[in-house]
């Protein structure tokens, strides 16, 4: 009788499936997950940055188009992209929001009707009440002193 040694690596795959794979004892270790990531709201603001370049440029012709390119429908899209009316500084501190861990503070649908104000001042003000509800100081937000 013969007996083998040898070191598996055992897991559960999705959906309950077991993956049974060897160890090699020369290969790198896997790199650590990362504990934090950053906000959705955060790449959604980005992304609409990126859309409005991309109309802007000619490389897209309209938002129908964009909506096609993201795999989205258009209203969608609409939505997305009326984060650009935002105030510039309000842009900012969503693109700078700190990376998290579980549920961010920040949602894209409380922010809606705040992109819909006409006004900067307003969207300022509706904004500082949102950061504050969501349990962060105008400096973990992004928001600079100047804006009063």
Known sequence: MVA??????????????????????NAEPPRPRPTSKVPRIS?????AIRFNEMIRTGEASDMIELARLGHVTQ????????????APDIQEALLNL????????????????????????????????ISS???GTSKDW????EIA
């Not at 790449?43 to 992304?47: F, G, Q, T």
């Not at 209203?75 to 935002?86: D, E, K, T, V």
């Not at 700190?98 to 969207?123: N, S, V």
């Open 43 to 47: 790449r959604l603001m980005a992304l």
């Open 98 to 129: 700190p990376a998290t861990k579980g549920k961010p503070g920040i949602h894209e649908k409380r922010l809606r009707p705040i992109a819909a104000m006409l006004h900067w001042d307003e969207q300022r003000a509706a904004w500082r009440q």
């Open 142 to 145: 992004g928001e600079s002193s």
């Open 4 to 25: 083998i040694k040898r070191k598996l690596n055992v897991t559960v795959a999705s959906r309950g499936r077991i993956a049974i794979s060897l160890i090699d004892p």
């Open 133 to 135: 509800e969501a349990g």
């Open 75 to 86: 209203p969608r899209m609409s939505q997305i992209m009326a984060l650009n009316q935002l």
